[in-house]
């Protein structure tokens, strides 16, 4: 049988330095379980064929949508963003925001875009 303990979320979050650079922390069932830390705006994008689970452990996030929408996420909350839907994360102003986020192991960074920002490669911490 593998190693089976309990994660600590906020042990790991300590571990992070870079902003909007998630790192792995689990699988199971094909997905990552990842968490990042997030500050100011990140890049417009989406997942053609993934669902995103954003769950917020501090700070406020706030999912911008392109009709015009925005969605706030307090710590405790989660917001699944359906694939395909192109979103924008961000924080409010000089808050830093600790997201886990949920998704299949083939979800790209950024999804098609490049930018300065996106993570080609995901480590596990």
Known sequence: MTDIKAINIMEKFSLLEAQWTPHIIAELNGQYV????????FVWHSHED???LFMVFKGTLIM????GRSVEIN???ILVVPKGVEHR??????EMVFNLLFEPKETKHTGEIESELT???LNWI
Request: charge should be negative; charged fraction near 60%; glycine fraction near 8%.
């Open 119 to 121: 993570a080609k490669e």
């Open 75 to 77: 710590p405790g909350e």
């Open 34 to 41: 990842k968490l990042c830390k997030l500050k100011d705006e």
């Open 89 to 94: 994360p961000r924080s409010l102003e000089g």
């Open 64 to 67: 911008d949508f392109r009709d």
């Open 50 to 52: 993934e669902d995103e």
